[in-house]
């Protein structure tokens, strides 16, 4: 039987983080390719990383734990049980 996916919600913080030009550590790091360029600049003048594909989220926790900034977080969401 096959293992259920984990439920994640990821969360960047465009105040926080350093955009695609200075950083791109979590996008990079993302194997199911989740994070992705914002296509707008954010006011402080940089592509933000951006959820792009968050149903293909795994749950690994890469992108928060090496971001040098803080500026990602991973919500693991509980599964509700059908039995």
């Known amino acids: 039987m ?4 984990r ?4 969360h960047i913080d ?3 983080c350093k ?3 200075g950083c791109g550590i979590c996008i990079s790091l993302c194997r199911p390719q989740v994070l ?3 296509a707008e600049l954010s006011p402080r003048g940089v592509h933000t990383a ?3 594909a968050a149903e293909a989220c795994t749950g690994c926790d890469l992108c928060m734990l090496y971001c040098p900034e803080l500026a990602v ?3 693991h969401l ?3 049980d059908n039995g």
Request: proline share 12%.
């Open 2 to 5: 096959a293992r259920p996916r």
């Open 14 to 16: 465009p105040r926080l």
């Open 7 to 10: 439920r994640t919600r990821v």
């Open 73 to 75: 977080a991973v919500e």
């Open 50 to 52: 951006t959820v792009a």
């Open 36 to 38: 992705a360029p914002a």
């Open 78 to 80: 509980e599964e509700a």
């Open 19 to 21: 955009g695609t030009e």
